[in-house]
């Protein structure tokens, strides 16, 4: 028999490296595993929205923000900090007269709850807000 808390602990936590910078410049990535690392409700605007802080390992995005039907996750404490998602489905759109992208989660999957990860993984660097990655 398996101890479920040690198998827990032994689990690894693989998520998709570069996939936010391949997402920003336009490719289709499937089904990306990232991380939540944070989520800040945006003012104002007439529905309430959530700009959320993602990892994939390698780097990080903090211009993304969750599709409405989802804002119950927030209120759920399911996307809580260190939360593993897989993204089914997301969209990357310029800023109409900006060259800020934001990233779009449209559909989600909750992998492994933040507190079973309880830490950020790899040592992942902000996206620019354009959606170019830093110089090494």
């Given at each position: 028999i398996v101890d479920p808390i040690l198998k827990n602990r032994r689990m690894s936590h693989q998520l998709t490296n570069g996939a936010l910078a391949r997402i920003c410049q336009g490719e289709e990535v499937t089904e990306p595993l990232l991380q939540v690392l944070g989520h800040k409700a945006i003012q104002g605007g007439a529905q309430e929205r959530f700009r959320l802080l993602l990892s994939?390992?390698?780097?990080?995005?903090?211009f993304s923000m969750l599709a409405t039907q989802f804002n119950n996750l927030v209120h759920e404490k399911q996307l809580e900090m260190f939360t593993v998602i897989r993204v089914k489905k997301q969209l990357c759109n310029q800023v109409p007269g900006q060259t800020k992208r934001v990233v779009i989660i449209l559909d989600l999957d909750i992998v492994t709850p933040g507190n079973q990860v309880n830490k950020k993984i790899?040592?992942?660097?902000?996206?620019g807000a354009d959606g170019k990655i830093p110089n090494p």
């Open positions: 994939d390992g390698q780097y990080t995005n903090s790899g040592n992942p660097v902000q996206i």
